[in-house]
C-alpha cells in the first residue's frame, strides 16, 4: 500500500510500486479526468501537479508519489484558479475534442500560479509548450489562460 494525498484528501493505493501513477490514480482511485496520451511523457494529457509542481503521471512510478500532494484535474477544478480557467476556456472556445484538455489546464494553472507579472501571449504559448493539441487550438488556449490571468488579477492583467 502507497500512500499519498490525492486532491487534499489522504488514500492509500494497492498497487506495485512501478506502476504508472496515472493508472493507479485512474484505475485505484476512479478519477478519470487524467488522460493517457502517449505513455513516453511527451504530450501533456496526462500531467498532474506533485507537491505543486506539473508532472506527467503515464511515466511517473506510484512509488515516486509516496507520502506527497497529488492534484488532479478533479482537485483543480474545486479551486477558485481551476473556476476561473474554465470560465476562460469556455469564453475562447478552446475545449474542441477535449482529450487534451485536462493536461492543459493543470499547465495552465501552474503558469499563472508561478507568474510574476502579467504574460504575454508569447510567454503564455512558451509556457504552455510541450501540451500538444491534435485539434490544433493553441490560439484560444493562449486567449484563455490570458483571460484567466485578467479574471484572477481582478482585470488588471
Excluded at 61 to 79: D, F, H, S, W, Y
Aim: charged share 15%.
Amino acid at each position: 500500500m502507497i500512500q499519498l494525498t490525492l486532491n487534499n484528501e489522504r488514500v492509500s493505493i494497492d498497487a506495485p510500486p512501478d506502476t504508472p501513477l496515472l493508472w493507479a490514480i485512474r484505475e485505484q482511485t476512479n478519477l478519470t479526468g487524467t488522460k493517457y496520451g502517449c505513455g513516453i511523457a511527451q504530450c501533456g494529457a496526462c500531467t498532474v501537479h506533485l507537491d505543486g509542481e506539473p508532472v506527467r503521471s503515464c511515466a511517473l512510478p506510484l512509488q515516486a508519489a509516496a507520502g506527497r500532494n497529488v492534484t488532479t484535474i478533479e482537485g483543480l477544478m474545486k479551486t477558485d484558479a481551476g473556476k476561473a480557467l474554465e470560465r476562460a476556456w469556455n469564453a475562447a472556445q478552446a475545449p474542441q475534442c477535449g482529450y487534451c484538455q485536462s493536461g492543459q489546464l493543470m499547465t495552465a494553472a501552474h503558469l499563472l500560479r508561478t507568474a510574476k507579472k502579467p504574460l504575454s501571449r508569447t510567454e503564455i504559448l512558451d509556457g504552455m509548450n510541450g501540451n500538444l493539441c491534435r485539434c490544433g487550438t493553441y490560439n484560444q488556449i493562449a486567449e484563455a489562460v490570458a483571460g484567466a490571468q485578467k479574471a484572477m488579477s481582478g482585470g488588471r492583467a
